[in-house]
């Protein structure tokens, strides 16, 4: 099983950027699709975005296409999630996820391993 670790989270105006990280130990993560997923207060969990285990293909969700971007540098053993042009409905704790296959997908249910969550706040 990998363990995962997020960090990078934390508070800033809307316009502003973020640089999440998700750090896996346990398991080289050459060997898992990727995913972040977030969850506001009160809603439920949501996909953001995905990156497959060769690198080479990324899917997002609608309201951070453009924004956001997911990548993977396996040499590291990490996963980022640059975030630009944040708004505050971008607001959540964030959570990486990884799934033990090539592909990724957008229901938390395929992912088998989660970290803690990294607090993302976004004021107006």
């Known amino acids: 099983q990998v363990q995962l670790a997020e960090s990078g989270g934390g508070s800033v105006q809307a316009g502003g950027s973020l640089r999440l990280s998700c750090a896996a130990s346990?398991?080289?993560?050459?060997?898992?699709?990727m995913g972040w997923f977030r969850q506001a207060p009160g809603k439920e969990r949501e996909f953001v975005a995905s990156?497959?285990?060769?690198?080479?293909?990324?899917d997002y969700a609608e309201p951070v296409k453009g924004r956001f971007t997911i990548s993977r540098d396996n040499a590291k053993n990490t996963v980022y999630l640059q975030m630009n042009s944040l708004e505050p409905e971008d607001t959540g704790v964030y959570y990486c996820?990884?799934?033990?296959?090539?592909?990724?997908?957008?229901?938390?249910?395929?992912?088998?391993?989660w970290g803690q969550g990294t607090q993302v706040t976004v004021s107006s």
């Open positions: 996820a990884a799934r033990r296959t090539p592909y990724g997908s957008r229901s938390g249910a395929d992912f088998g391993s």
């Open positions: 346990g398991r080289t993560l050459s060997s898992y699709a």
């Open positions: 990156i497959r285990w060769s690198g080479r293909t990324t």
